[in-house]
Nanobody
Framework: QVQLVESGGGLVQTGGSLSLSCAAS????????MGWFRQAPGKEREFVAT????????YYADSLKGRFTISRDHAKLAVYLQMNNLKPADTAVYYC???????????????WGQGTQVTVSS
């Protein structure tokens, strides 16, 4: 049973923007902190951003601050990742995750989506 479904990935030029969405059930959004991670070819999965259950607290990878914004909308049953001023180094599969706490540690997330590909051309 797929509980998290990402969408919004695609091909964009350097400097462009994309908005990723993660669809989840109301039960999941009420119960979990949410995070975004990414994995580039040949590299380990890395933390991107996380948001607390109530949406008040957010935290970002240092290298992404100012360009990426995480948000959640319980009415729309979704979590979002707005990505601006994209660079070729942002090319990766982006994953949505749900866990007990808003943490940078991937192993602490219990649920994962299947990922959406983001490709930034130079």
């Amino acid at each position: 049973q797929v509980q998290l479904v990402e969408s919004g990935g695609g091909l964009v030029q350097t400097g462009g923007s994309l908005s990723l969405s993660c669809a989840a059930s109301g039960r999941i959004l009420r119960s979990y902190a949410m995070g975004w991670f990414r994995q580039a070819p040949g590299k380990e999965r890395e933390f991107v951003a996380t948001i607390s259950r109530n949406g008040i607290s957010t935290y970002y990878a240092d290298s992404l601050k100012g360009r990426f914004t995480i948000s959640r909308d319980h009415a729309k049953l979704a979590v979002y990742l707005q990505m601006n001023n994209l660079k070729p180094a942002d090319t990766a599969v982006y994953y949505c995750a749900a866990g007990d706490g808003a943490t940078v540690v991937a192993a602490r997330y219990d649920l994962w989506g299947q990922g959406t590909q983001v490709t930034v051309s130079s």
